[in-house]
């Protein structure tokens, strides 16, 4: 008699992420990785009246990372030498951890570069982690596990 296995999903709050040439790169926060695609409508003049519709143009919302700061500088000085004109893309995955610790399912962002880096609000009266944000372009993304 066969059982059948039960497979959950994998939960948001466990993963990592690897950006090449940085060691530290822990965050606590990823968000806006997407793909869409444009609708091309086109008619033949002895067509129906409803177009066909051709995918188009695949567009990739940028990437925002979210980390509490600590005294390493490598997020700050890759976003530095873009705005130096120096720009340096990279490959950054995105990787989920399943309850056991293993990589369960992973995503790989290709030729990506910084363009916005922000840095939380200070607060006398506040008791949150200050937090430092980069916000990430790149041209594609893959889910590769």
């Given at each position: 008699?066969?059982?059948?296995?039960?497979?959950?999903?994998?939960?948001?709050?466990?993963?990592?992420?690897?950006?090449?040439?940085?060691?530290?790169?822990?965050?606590?926060?990823?968000?806006?990785?997407?793909?869409?695609?444009?609708?091309?409508?086109?008619?033949?003049?002895?067509?129906?009246?409803?177009?066909?519709?051709?995918?188009g143009l695949r567009k990739h919302s940028n990437i925002t990372?979210?980390?509490?700061?600590?005294?390493?500088?490598?997020?700050?000085?890759?976003?530095?030498?873009?705005?130096?004109?120096?720009?340096?893309?990279?490959?950054?995955?995105?990787?989920?951890?399943?309850?056991?610790?293993?990589?369960?399912?992973?995503?790989?962002?290709?030729?990506?570069?910084?363009?916005?880096?922000?840095?939380?609000?200070?607060?006398?009266?506040?008791?949150?982690?200050?937090?430092?944000?980069?916000?990430?372009?790149?041209?594609?993304?893959?889910?590769?596990?």
């Amino acid at each position: 008699m066969a059982t059948n296995a039960r497979l959950d999903p994998y939960r948001n709050f466990r993963f990592r992420v690897e950006i090449e040439g940085i060691q530290v790169a822990a965050f606590s926060d990823v968000s806006g990785y997407d793909l869409s695609m444009d609708v091309i409508e086109y008619r033949d003049g002895n067509e129906a009246i409803t177009p066909r519709k051709l995918p188009g143009l695949r567009k990739h919302s940028n990437i925002t990372l979210k980390r509490g700061i600590t005294d390493s500088m490598d997020i700050y000085n890759w976003m530095k030498s873009v705005s130096e004109g120096k720009v340096e893309r990279k490959s950054v995955t995105i990787i989920s951890i399943d309850e056991d610790g293993n990589d369960s399912a992973t995503w790989q962002v290709v030729e990506a570069w910084p363009m916005k880096y922000s840095v939380s609000d200070f607060k006398g009266t506040g008791n949150e982690v200050l937090i430092e944000t980069l916000e990430i372009a790149h041209e594609g993304m893959t889910r590769t596990k």
